[in-house]
C-alpha cells in the first residue's frame, strides 16, 4: 500500500469533552475544528490575518472562541490576527518538520560517509592484496620483466591514490551519481572544492529531498545546485562538509 502523504491534524480522544467546547454550539466546535485544518494547509502555525479569518468564518463564530475561557481561550486576538492558543503543543510546525528534516539530513550524511569510509578501505584492502600478489609474481620473473615492474607499480600506486574511485564504484553508482562532474559543478557554481565523498554526501541529500528518484540522477543534481545555489552552500557548510 503506498504511503499516505496527506497532513494531518491530532486532537486528544476525549477532545469533545472539554470544557471549553462541551458546551459550544455545534457549529462553534467545528468552526475550530477547520480553523486547525486550515492553519496545517496555509503552514502558518495556527496565526490568520484578521482579513482571511474573518473572510473563512463569521464574526460571532471567532467571538465564541475567543471568548470560550477568561484567560485560556481556544483563540486567542493579537493585534489583528487570530491565533490558535498552543497550536505548537496539539499540531506540527514549521520549527517541527524543520528539525526533522535537519536530523534525517544528518542521518543520511552519517551514513553515506559511514558507508563510503568502509567502501574505501575495502578498495585499500584490495588494492594491498594485489600488490601482493604483483610482488611474489615479479620475484619468479626475468631480469627483462623486473625492468617492466616501475610502470606497473606507479600505475597500482596511481589507481590506489585517486580517492574517487572507490566513491564511483559503489555508493555513487548505487544512486547514478558521476561524482567528478558533481564536484567540478560545485566548484564551478559555488567556489567549493569538497573532496569526492562530500561530493556523494551533498548529492544523496538532493536526491533524498524529493518522493521519486528521477531518470536521471546526476543531471537533476547539477540542476539543482544551479537552482538553489545559496541552499546547497547552507547544507554545505552546515554540515561541516566544506
Do not use: C
Amino acid at each position: 500500500m503506498a504511503k499516505d502523504e496527506r497532513l494531518y491534524m491530532t486532537f486528544p480522544n476525549d477532545f469533545h469533552r472539554h470544557p471549553k467546547l462541551r458546551n459550544q454550539p455545534a457549529e462553534v466546535k467545528w468552526a475550530f475544528v477547520e480553523m486547525n485544518g486550515e492553519a496545517r494547509i496555509a503552514d502558518n502555525d495556527g496565526r490568520f490575518s484578521a482579513e482571511d479569518a474573518e473572510f473563512l468564518w463569521p464574526a460571532e463564530i471567532l467571538d465564541a472562541l475567543i471568548g470560550s475561557h477568561p484567560t485560556r481561550p481556544l483563540v486567542l486576538r493579537d493585534g489583528t490576527d487570530y491565533v490558535i492558543r498552543e497550536y505548537s503543543k496539539h499540531q506540527q510546525t514549521k520549527a517541527d518538520r524543520e528539525a526533522l528534516s535537519s536530523k534525517r539530513a544528518e542521518a543520511g550524511r552519517k551514513g553515506g560517509l559511514a558507508k563510503a569510509q568502509a567502501s574505501a578501505s575495502n578498495g585499500k584492502a584490495d588494492s594491498g592484496n594485489e600488490k601482493h600478489s604483483q610482488s611474489q609474481s615479479q620475484s619468479h620473473q626475468t631480469s627483462t620483466h623486473l625492468s617492466e615492474s616501475p610502470s606497473r607499480d606507479t600505475r597500482a600506486s596511481g589507481a590506489t591514490d585517486d580517492q574517487s574511485e572507490p566513491y564511483r564504484s559503489t555508493l555513487a553508482s548505487q544512486h547514478g551519481i558521476d561524482v567528478l562532474r558533481v564536484r567540478a559543478h560545485i566548484i564551478d557554481r559555488l567556489g567549493i572544492t569538497l573532496e569526492p565523498p562530500d561530493a556523494v554526501n551533498v548529492s544523496i541529500w538532493i536526491l533524498n529531498k524529493i518522493k521519486t528518484p528521477p531518470r536521471a540522477p546526476t543531471k537533476y543534481v547539477l540542476a539543482a545546485i544551479t537552482r538553489s545555489p545559496a541552499e546547497v552552500e547552507q547544507y554545505i557548510h552546515e554540515s561541516g562538509l566544506g
